[in-house]
């Protein structure tokens, strides 16, 4: 997984509202020099244990996971669970993001397996060439965003100035376990089976608003089960992302 992120220490979080990444080491892989910064493509899995149609898309997106430039999310939904089995990631936030992209889209209704690709298009996690051909086309997208910065403490993160989408961005702070989960799924459409994930969402936090001027904002506590913490800035309106960022 390719991270655009970089750390900041404790005193330059202090000028981060004058000179954002004056002093940045970076963390992940960059663009050679004279090159435009590589902005990576968050691809949003909405899944559930109780879809007959989820392992496979969970399996597509868990193969795309380690591929360099892609930060890869999963979101467990919970309204298949009157089929007769409770599914132990959902969280009712996740079908509100859901739903969020449902209005933005302006798409008929949500379901499963459905893949959000950068907040701008969606596919059915079902079509893995489909979804690979729209990764590919997001990752060819250059937008110059603003850098998103990682404090050294882990504990704040920063993000610079830029020129805001109309009706600004929000920043958030989506906390993940990395890494692959199986299930065994004892009840409904997926009775008996084990249900792979990949990078399953934990939490969704709302950090604050992002107006183009530099800010610096404190990031929620991880648990010490190796959790990590994706940064996106997004679009309050269309809810496009504009960057993101993994620490």
């Known amino acids: 997984m390719r991270t655009r ?15 954002v990444g004056s002093i940045a080491q970076p963390v992940g892989p960059r ?13 949003e899995l909405f899944t559930a244990q109780g879809c007959a149609g989820c392992p496979e898309a969970n399996q597509a997106v868990e193969a795309l996971a380690d591929e360099p430039g892609v930060i890869a999310l999963t979101y467990a939904v919970d309204y298949w669970d009157y089929l007769g089995w409770e599914d132990t990631f959902a969280r009712p936030e996740f079908e509100a993001r859901q739903r969020a992209y449902q209005a933005a ?22 079509q893995g060439p489909a979804m690979q051909a729209a990764i590919d086309q997001e990752a060819a997208r250059r937008v ?16 610079g100035s830029g020129r805001p989408p109309a009706g600004g961005a929000e920043v958030w ?5 990395p890494g692959s989960q199986t299930v065994t799924v004892e009840e409904g459409d997926n009775r008996g089976r084990v249900v792979r994930h990949v ?5 969704l936090t709302r950090l604050g608003d992002w107006t183009g001027e530099p800010i610096l904002l404190d990031l929620p506590a991880t648990t010490a089960g190796g959790d990590r913490i994706a940064v996106l800035v997004q679009s309050s309106g269309d809810r496009q992302i504009l960057t993101a960022a993994v620490r």
């Open 5 to 19: 992120g970089w750390i900041i220490g404790g005193g330059a979080a202090l000028v981060l509202a004058g000179a």
């Open 31 to 43: 663009a050679e020099a004279g090159d435009a910064p590589i902005e990576p493509v968050v691809v």
């Open 105 to 126: 889209m302006r798409l008929r209704n949500v379901y499963t397996p459905q893949v959000v690709i950068d907040g701008r298009r969606q596919v059915s996690g079902a």
């Open 144 to 159: 110059f965003p603003p850098e998103v910065e990682f404090r050294e403490s882990g504990d704040a993160v920063g993000i």
């Open 173 to 177: 702070a989506v906390t993940f376990l």
């Open 199 to 203: 990078n399953v969402v934990r939490r």
